[in-house]
């Protein structure tokens, strides 16, 4: 059965940083590209991060670059998210998804983690 | 940034009816750059719908997908009372790709 189980959620001071990480399992974790997908409170679905099927690609949007990093080991079909000098609104869902495409960048996803939680409070 | 409007924001429906969910973009998409997710409580999205019209691996056909250019719709035939949930779509014609705001469905 494929499945992506996403942890490292927590409650964290403003400026700490938090890893997050994401175990696939039951399908060929080095062919897909991978994401990051956020919800906060009260607001839609927003992308985070993307990472390609051999890592060499990555891309964020506006309001985590430079602040967050997405990492993968196919090694260990792991996929992280290094997120340093956290805001208050960073607070909310975080879900790691997979490309619903082997190799591809199609950019819509097909399998996603449950999800965990991340408190930016003081 | 391509923003993506969804109406209604609430469908309350009886089993057996049809529903219909819209999703308008700001911008030309094209005509296959729109994906449709359900997602019930405390549960991760799946994915129903992708290239607008496609439906996704295990989907029943009572969910179907449609629309162009800004326009697009979800319909959801014979409702039945596991359909409650909430419902995004998603465009990914253009970066950033961007999420609807999303649609509660009520049966």
Known sequence: QEQLVDSGGSVVQPGRSLRLSCVASGFTFSRFPMYWVRQAPGKRLEYVAIISHDGATKYYPDSVKGRFTISRDDSRNTLSLQMDSLRSEDTGVYYCARDAVPYGGNWYFDLWGRGTVVTVSS | ?107
């Open chain 2, 1 to 107: 940034e391509i923003l993506l409007t969804q109406s209604p924001g609430t469908l309350s429906l009886s089993p057996g009816e049809r529903g219909t969910v819209s999703c308008r973009a700001s911008d030309e998409l094209g005509p296959t750059f729109i994906a449709w997710y359900q997602q019930k409580a405390g549960q991760a999205p799946r994915l129903l719908i992708y290239g607008a019209s496609s439906r996704a691996a295990g989907i029943p056909d009572r969910f179907s997908g449609s629309g162009s250019g800004t326009d697009f719709t979800l319909t959801i035939d014979r409702l039945e009372p596991e359909d409650s949930a909430m419902y995004y779509c998603q465009q990914y014609g253009r970066a950033p790709l961007t999420f609807g705001g999303g649609t509660k469905v009520e049966i």
